[in-house]
């Protein structure tokens, strides 16, 4: 996901590292220090509101600067999680930072086909449930068009496998 990330130009995950523990396949990630997980924020800043859509509740708390670079870089998880097969991306899979000018994503440990139980992203559902339309712009379109599975290892130094 680090190397996708940066691939797309995103740059949204953490540095991350994979290790072998017990024989299992895990990996690691850099901790955002400036950051707080999106639904410990929402939880702590909602009072007694009931954040039903943290992905709006997040947004209508970001200061106007920084609102549309949040915003895009949450389109930009929803784009990355559709190529990378992961549908575990909810407010306990992102980091905001204490400034609320950035966003990152963690947790993709569902990703690639790694276990695909049922939709559980809720930034696409909040998203769309606000009427916030995901979109892929000009400029995306053209780094995706063409690219197959077997380009996107290319990309990410052979960190995908099939």
Do not use: C
């Not at 999106?38 to 609102?67: C, Q, W």
């Not at 929803?78 to 990378?84: A, E, N, P, R, S």
């Amino acid at each position: 996901a680090y190397f996708l990330s940066n691939a797309l130009g995103f740059g949204s995950v953490p540095p991350t590292a994979t290790r072998v523990m017990d024989g299992k396949s895990t990996s690691i990630q850099s901790w955002k220090e400036d950051s707080t997980p999106m639904g410990e924020f929402i939880r702590d800043s909602a009072g007694d509101e009931d954040p039903s859509n943290y992905t709006k509740t997040l947004l209508d708390k970001v200061p106007k600067e920084h609102k549309e670079k949040i915003r895009k870089k949450l389109n930009d998880m929803i784009i990355m999680d559709l190529i990378m097969n992961n549908n575990d991306r909810h407010s306990g899979n992102l980091l905001i930072s204490n400034d609320l000018s950035d966003v990152h994503a963690i947790d993709h440990g569902n990703a690639f086909g790694n276990g695909m139980s049922g939709v559980k992203n809720s930034v696409f559902r909040d998203m769309h449930a606000a009427n916030m339309k995901v979109t892929v712009d000009e400029d995306m379109m053209k780094r995706l068009k063409g690219t197959s599975l077997g380009h996107l290892k290319l990309a990410v130094g052979g960190h995908v496998e099939d």
